[in-house]
C-alpha cells in the first residue's frame, strides 16, 4: 500500500474527521481535507486545508472521500471522478437516484474504483455470520432479521440533533438511509439474491422535533425463499443491533453490545464465537486498508456503485 499518494477528505464532520484520524494513523502522510464550514478545524490548526474545489485542484488526488451530507454525495463524487480520483463514498452514497447514471458512467470510463462506507461488513462477528453460512453448516436458510435502534439526541455529543442532516428530509436524513447498513447487510448476507417482491413502511412518532422518519420496518422475499426483515429507528434509549439467522439446522444470534455468535437449537444454545473489547473503530480501519487495496490492484471492491445503487434503489422506495 502506498503511504504517499495524495487523498482528499471532502466534508470534514464526524465521519470525516474518523476518516482522517485513521487515514494519518495508518501512515499516510498526504491528506488534505476541504469544509466549507472553519469551525471544523478548530482542533486541527496544523491540517492541510484546501481553499476551493474544481477539477484542476482535485485532479492532484489519486482518492477523494466524500463525507459531506448525503444530499451533496452525488455533486461532490461527480466532479472527484470527472477529475479521475478513486472514490470512497460515505453511506448512503445519495438521497435520490438523480445524478446517478452520470457518476457511473464517468468511473466506468475512467476506470475508477469506488467504495461505499460498509463499515458493518468488517466487523469480525458479521464476517464470521457469512462464512458460516457460505460453508453450508447452517442448511437451507430461511429468513435474516437485521434491527438497528438509538435514540437520535444520543447520536453526537455536543449537537443540537434538530440541526443535523439526520433531521432534514432535503438533506437526505431519516432512519431508513441513516441505516441503510442494515439493508445492505441482509442483501450482503443474502449473496444479493434477486428479490421477488417488498414492502417499507416507515413513520414518525412524533416524540422528535424532526422532519424526517424515526422508524422503518422493511420486508423482502428473495428469489431463493430467504425472508429478509429489517427494523430500525431513532427512539430507542439504549443502544441496539442485532441479527438473527434462521436455518435449517438452528439459528444464529448476534447482538452488538456482547459480540457472541449463538448457535440456537432446541436442546442447546452454542456460542460458536466471542469477541471481547472490540475496538469499534477497528472496522474503519480495516475499511480504509481494503480499499487502498483494491485501489493498488486495479479491482473493484465488493461495494461499488452497481450495489449500492441496487440497495439505494429499495430504501427509497417506501410509504
Excluded at 499518494?5 to 494513523?25: D, E, M, P, V, W
Excluded at 435474516?144 to 440541526?163: A, N
Excluded at 475499511?287 to 461499488?304: A, I, S
Aim: hydrophobic letters at 35%; proline letters at 2%; charged letters at 25%.
Amino acid at each position: 500500500m502506498d503511504k504517499k499518494l495524495k487523498i482528499l477528505i471532502i466534508g470534514f464532520g464526524s465521519i470525516g474527521k474518523r476518516h482522517y484520524q485513521n487515514l494519518t494513523a495508518l501512515g499516510f502522510g498526504e491528506v488534505f481535507v476541504y469544509d466549507e464550514n472553519e469551525s471544523s478545524f478548530k482542533d486541527y490548526p496544523k491540517i492541510a486545508k484546501m481553499e476551493n474545489l474544481s477539477s484542476e485542484t482535485v485532479k492532484v488526488f489519486k482518492a477523494v472521500f466524500i463525507c459531506t451530507p448525503t444530499s451533496l454525495h452525488l455533486q461532490h463524487a461527480t466532479l472527484a471522478a470527472k477529475a479521475g480520483c478513486h472514490l470512497f463514498i460515505e453511506k448512503p452514497v445519495s438521497h435520490s437516484l438523480d445524478g446517478f447514471a452520470e457518476l457511473e458512467n464517468v468511473c466506468k470510463e475512467k476506470k475508477l474504483i469506488t467504495l461505499i462506507g460498509s463499515n458493518m461488513r468488517f466487523h469480525p462477528a458479521l464476517a464470521f455470520i457469512k462464512n458460516y453460512i457460505e460453508s453450508g453448516k447452517l442448511g437451507k436458510i430461511f429468513g435474516i432479521t437485521h434491527e438497528f435502534g438509538y435514540y437520535l439526541p444520543y447520536w453526537r455529543e455536543g449537537q443540537d440533533y434538530r440541526k443535523n442532516y439526520a433531521a432534514k428530509k432535503a438533506l437526505g436524513g431519516g432512519i431508513i438511509l441513516d441505516d441503510i447498513h442494515e439493508f445492505d447487510l441482509l442483501f450482503w448476507l443474502n449473496d444479493f439474491s434477486e428479490v421477488l417482491k417488498h414492502k417499507i413502511i416507515s413513520g414518525r412518532s412524533g416524540s422528535l422535533e424532526i422532519e424526517t422518519e424515526d422508524q422503518a420496518v422493511g420486508t423482502f422475499l428473495f428469489k431463493n425463499g430467504v425472508l429478509g426483515t429489517v427494523r430500525c429507528d431513532y427512539l430507542s434509549k439504549k443502544y441496539r443491533r442485532n441479527c438473527l439467522v434462521l436455518g435449517e439446522a438452528g439459528s444464529l444470534y448476534w447482538d452488538f453490545n456482547d459480540n457472541d455468535v449463538w448457535l440456537l437449537t432446541k436442546d442447546k444454545a452454542e456460542k460458536l464465537f466471542s469477541i471481547k473489547n472490540y475496538d469499534t473503530n477497528q472496522m474503519y480501519k480495516d475499511e480504509l486498508q481494503y480499499f487502498f487495496d483494491r485501489v493498488e490492484k486495479g479491482e473493484e471492491t465488493f461495494n461499488d456503485l452497481s450495489r449500492a445503487k441496487l440497495v439505494l434503489s429499495y430504501c427509497l422506495n417506501y410509504d
